[in-house]
C-alpha cells in the first residue's frame, strides 16, 4: 500500500461508521408487536402466508409466540403478548368479559376431523364425532390428546363430554401435552386416533397409514377470533400496532390474503370477518 492508501485507510473506515449507525438504528426503529396464537396457525403456514403481506402495508413485524389456545390467553392476561389470534370461542368471551383484552373480533374458520388408520379397526369412519368416539371408547383403540389446554383439547374435550365418556376412560387415551404437529406424529407412529384441525392435516408430510375419517359434522366448526390486549390492565401494550393488525386482517385486504393461502390448490381457512 502507497502512502496515500494509508493516510485514507482510517478515514474511510470512519466514512463506513454514519452507514452503519443508520442500519443499526433503522432496525432497532422497526415497529413489531408479540402475537400469541395457536400451533394450528402457526404450522398450518398460514403465517409465513399472511404476515409478510401486512408487514408490506403497515411496516410492522409480528412476533408469534406458538402455543395452546389457553397458553396464548394467559399470556394476554399476563401482559405478555399485544394481540391474540385464537381459536375457543368460549375462553375468548371470557377473556374480553374480565378485561384484559378490548374486543374480539371474529376472523375465519375451518374444522376438526377425526384422523385415524386407514383400516379404521373402531369403524368409526362417517360424519358424527359423537358416535365415533364412542365407538373409540367402546374399543378401547389408541387416541392421542393434545392435553394442552388449546382450542382442539378444548373441542375434543367438549365432544367426549357429549358422548358421554370421561377421558381419560380407557387405556388406549393418551395426553401428550403437545402441539398439533407432535400429536400428529405420534398417532402416525403409533397408528391412532386424533382430533386436528384440518389446516395443520393438510400441511402435515408425515401422515403413515392416517386419514380423515369423520367429518362434515357441524359439531366440528372451528371459529378463529382476534383481540388486542387491554392497555388498562398491561400499559406495556402496543395498542396502536397491534389494532392496526386487528383492523388489516379483519379488512377485505387482510381476509383476500387468508382466503388465498392454499396447499395442493385445497384452501385451508374461510374468512368470514364480515359475518
Known amino acids: 500500500m502507497n502512502i496515500f492508501g494509508r493516510f485514507f485507510k482510517p478515514f474511510r473506515a470512519l466514512a463506513l461508521v454514519p452507514v452503519a449507525l443508520a442500519a443499526t438504528l433503522s432496525i432497532a426503529q422497526t415497529p413489531s408487536i408479540v402475537m400469541a396464537s395457536t ?32 397458553q396464548a390467553i394467559d399470556m394476554g392476561r399476563r401482559g405478555d403478548a399485544d394481540v391474540l389470534f385464537v381459536h375457543d370461542q368460549v375462553a375468548e368471551e371470557k377473556v374480553v368479559a374480565e378485561g384484559f383484552a378490548i374486543k374480539r373480533y371474529p376472523v375465519m374458520y375451518n374444522d376438526f376431523v377425526l384422523i385415524g388408520p386407514a383400516a379404521d379397526p373402531a369403524q368409526v369412519k362417517g360424519r358424527d364425532i359423537v358416535d365415533a368416539l364412542k365407538k373409540v371408547n ?47 406424529n405420534m398417532a402416525a407412529s403409533l397408528g391412532a ?29 372451528n371459529q378463529y377470533g382476534v383481540m388486542v390486549v387491554n392497555p388498562v390492565k398491561h400499559p406495556q401494550t402496543k395498542v396502536v400496532e397491534a389494532q392496526k393488525f386487528v383492523d388489516w386482517v379483519i379488512s377485505p385486504a387482510g381476509q383476500g390474503v387468508i382466503a388465498s393461502y392454499r396447499i395442493n390448490g385445497e384452501q385451508l381457512f374461510f374468512p368470514n370477518a364480515a359475518q
Open 39 to 70: 400451533t394450528s396457525t402457526e404450522q398450518s403456514g398460514l403465517f409465513g402466508h399472511l404476515l409478510p403481506e401486512f408487514k408490506k402495508t403497515s411496516g410492522i413485524d409480528v412476533k408469534v409466540v406458538a402455543v395452546g389456545t389457553g
Open 138 to 184: 367402546a374399543a378401547n383403540a389408541g387416541f392421542i390428546s393434545r392435553g394442552d389446554k388449546s382450542g382442539t383439547h378444548a373441542a375434543e374435550l367438549r365432544y367426549w363430554k357429549t358422548a358421554g365418556v370421561e377421558p381419560p376412560a380407557f387405556s388406549g387415551y393418551k395426553a401428550c401435552g403437545c402441539g398439533m404437529g407432535p400429536a400428529l
Open 193 to 221: 386416533y386424533v382430533l386436528a384441525d384440518r389446516g395443520t392435516w393438510l400441511s402435515f408430510k408425515n401422515r403413515a397409514d392416517l386419514a380423515v375419517l369423520v367429518e362434515g359434522d357441524r359439531r366440528l366448526f
